[in-house]
């Protein structure tokens, strides 16, 4: 896509799930289902602002009319996941009876297909409607009951569309913006469950008239659009003290003694570079003019206790933006949070929902603090635990507390990951799967299965269950050196996929001249076993100096299955908290990578083949060196502003190009 963006960054909260609020312990003997007091017993006070969001399904229908000259037209029907934020204000009268008014946003989900208004083509080109997002200002007119409300609720729709044409005899596309108005109306029910939460269910349609755009004199394109959802909702009432909370570092979070927990996050991310040095261009070159993009995420992370044991977790999140040149043109590309899927508006995805059972032998204890992806409680040291459900592979493996996160530390994909770990995701890195570790005080085994994707870079999964797949083992040993602690991982992983192989690739383009070495990697897919490895370190040198490494490597035979460019790499660096200069939660981190490719996969490129992120349409190879440094100085509690720079040396293996010197800024506030 590359187009720049210009969406306000309003969107702060993010859809929720409530499942059924079932209660907890911190041990896992024996499964239980002990019923708990509930919650909140006072009546709930519905009067106030609030600010919530929501997710769900939507469902809708465009009838459109093309004249391109000749005239085509139909219906289409679409859907998916949906998810989107709202805020609002109540007022309850004496009588019971609420009046609101209500502003909210719905977003699809990050599939296109789900968003797809209408698709068709003419004799010349074909038409696509793209919806970004759909919002409404609604009152609401409710009656109150003790802790539940039910409520309809009606007024003005808008939505926004992107039109594309494309030329069906050139590579010529035009795209244009499409804003309708319409109304909207539905009923819900809602429950105050907890001192200024509350949860909802709710139907709403929108109705959009018929709206036209022109490309050019005779060529047209008009349409109408229905669009119906079903949706689930969380909504935390706000007051003055809520302000002074923020201000003062206090979170707003859920409330004590209950059995779900919530943490939210948002992360904004701005990088730039100027002109380098380019002898020649390919379809996944760096752009060799100076360029600046943006990515913007935002998230939550509800956990509910079930039963002894048992937590359900759940992260909706809103993606939006852009990698730079579109997230090509290097193997360690410089932002993680820059996924494979461009979108000029947030879009919803269901990051993570899985389910985790722990069981205790008993013995000794630690303690867990609440966070992103843990419930706080006690549990055994010596445990089994089972997860299972969609997440990432690297929320399990290849962890490590000084390189982890693009969101907290560095930003390079080489540096928070082991560079040619190629484990499974789709592309925005996540996949489904299932994961068993055994934990003892100095050591922890790990063992688990994923799907893969049915093709490289792939958001289908392939269905081929245990016959294709990703199976992953890591051991995980801890130590004391010099009074210092510190880990040692070793992952094997091993992946059967779907795909073509680079040295027949290359045999196929010698005896077939004029084949594009790409369609000819293409032609050689099969089921093929793909392995590596990696060797992780992470050492406190000091109360405030911790130091990282990481080795990986892959045999580099059959292309990428889901991650990067990447055959071998070699990471490392330092992060250093601030207590020495008067900022103990300002954090330092210094780290270089040095990135290779197997003799099949630079051979490939030579002839002008394309990998995942990086083709030049040739090569002169060098190894690809990256120097990262970053400054995370802490605004305020729960707010990181973060200056990144990032030195690259021959990018995507190719010493006719470069060096670039990448500049970011990022900013990252969360409870």
Do not use: C
């Not at 219906?75 to 009046?99: A, D, E, K, M, T």
């Not at 085994?445 to 093709?455: M, P, S």
């Not at 992946?495 to 005896?511: Q, V």
């Not at 021959?650 to 409870?671: C, L, Q, T």
């Amino acid at each position: 896509m590359g187009r720049s963006t210009g969406w306000p960054k309003l969107l702060g909260g993010l859809a929720l799930m409530i499942p059924a609020l079932m209660p907890r312990s911190g041990r896992a003997a024996d499964i239980t289902l002990p019923l708990k007091a509930p919650l909140w017993t006072a009546a709930y006070d519905w009067s106030g602002v609030y600010l919530g969001g929501h997710a769900g399904y939507g469902f809708g229908r465009g009838d459109a009319t093309v004249r391109d000259p000749d005239q085509v037209g139909g219906r289409h029907g679409f859907g998916g996941q949906i998810g989107g934020v709202q805020v609002g204000y109540n007022y309850v009268l004496p009588s019971r009876l609420l009046l609101g008014i209500e502003a909210d946003a719905m977003l699809p989900n990050y599939f296109l297909s789900n968003g797809a208004v209408w698709s068709g083509a003419t004799a010349q080109n074909s038409f696509t409607e793209q919806v970004d997002y759909i919002a409404t200002l609604r009152g609401r007119l409710g009656y109150v009951t003790g802790n539940w409300m039910v409520y309809g609720t009606g007024g003005l729709a808008l939505s926004s569309s992107q039109v594309t044409r494309s030329s069906l005899s050139t590579d010529d596309e035009l795209t244009k913006g499409l804003m309708r108005t319409g109304w909207a109306a539905g009923a819900g029910i809602e429950y105050g469950f907890a001192r200024d939460w509350s949860a909802r269910l709710e139907y709403l349609h929108a109705h959009f008239g018929q709206w036209r755009t022109e490309f050019s004199p005779g060529s047209s394109y008009a349409s109408a659009m229905n669009f119906s959802a079903l949706r689930l909702g969380l909504n935390r009432k706000l007051d003055w003290s809520d302000v002074t909370a923020a201000w003062d570092g206090r979170p707003i979070t859920a409330p004590d003694n209950s059995n779900w927990e919530i943490h939210g996050q948002t992360t904004y991310i701005q990088q730039a570079y100027p002109s380098f040095r380019s002898l020649y261009y390919g379809p996944n070159s760096l752009h060799d003019s100076a360029q600046t993009k943006q990515t913007w995420s935002t998230s939550l992370f509800l956990t509910f206790g079930l039963w002894d044991g048992a937590e359900l977790y759940y992260n909706p999140e809103l993606l939006q933006g852009f990698g730079l040149s579109d997230t090509t043109g290097l193997g360690g590309f410089p932002n993680g949070e820059a996924q494979k899927s461009d979108f000029l508006y947030p879009h919803y995805n269901t990051s993570r929902l899985f389910l985790r059972q722990t069981f205790g032998f008993g013995g000794e204890q630690e303690t867990i603090n609440s966070d992103y992806g843990q419930m706080s409680g006690k549990r055994d040291i010596s445990r089994l635990t089972i997860q299972v459900g969609k997440f990432a592979v690297h929320d399990v493996f290849d962890n490590n507390a000084y390189a982890q996160d693009a969101r907290v530390d560095f930003l390079n994909w080489s540096i928070w990951a082991a560079g040619a770990f190629d484990y499974p995701a789709d592309k925005v890195g996540l996949t489904y799967g299932a994961v068993a570790e055994f934990n003892q005080k100095q050591w922890a085994l790990r063992a688990g299965y994923f799907l893969t994707g049915n093709e490289s870079n792939s958001n289908n999964f392939d269905g081929a269950v245990f016959r294709r797949g990703a199976y992953l083992t890591e051991m995980e040993t801890r130590y004391t050196l010099f009074s210092q602690p510190g880990k040692f991982r070793i992952t094997g992983w091993l992946n059967n996929s779907f795909a073509g192989n680079y040295r027949g690739a290359i045999d196929l383009t010698a005896a077939m001249p004029g084949l594009d070495p790409t369609d000819a990697l293409v032609a050689t897919r099969e089921g093929r076993i793909k392995y590596g490895y990696v060797l992780g370190l992470e050492q406190s040198l000091t109360d405030t100096i911790g130091l990282f490494g990481r080795w990986s490597w892959n045999n580099g035979k059959s292309e990428i299955a889901a991650f990067t460019d990447i055959d071998a790499s070699l990471s490392g660096g330092l992060s250093i908290k601030g207590a020495s200069w008067g900022r103990p939660t300002d954090t330092i981190g210094i780290a270089g990578a040095i990135n290779a490719l197997s003799r099949d996969h630079r051979d490939y490129l030579a002839i002008g083949g394309l990998g995942i992120l990086i083709g030049d349409g040739q090569l002169n190879y060098r190894q690809e060196k990256i120097f990262e440094a970053y400054y995370a100085m802490n605004v305020f509690a729960g707010t990181v502003a973060t200056l990144d720079y990032q030195f690259i040396t021959n990018p995507a293996y190719n010493a006719d190009r470069g060096p670039v010197s990448i500049f970011s800024g990022r900013v990252r506030a969360a409870f």
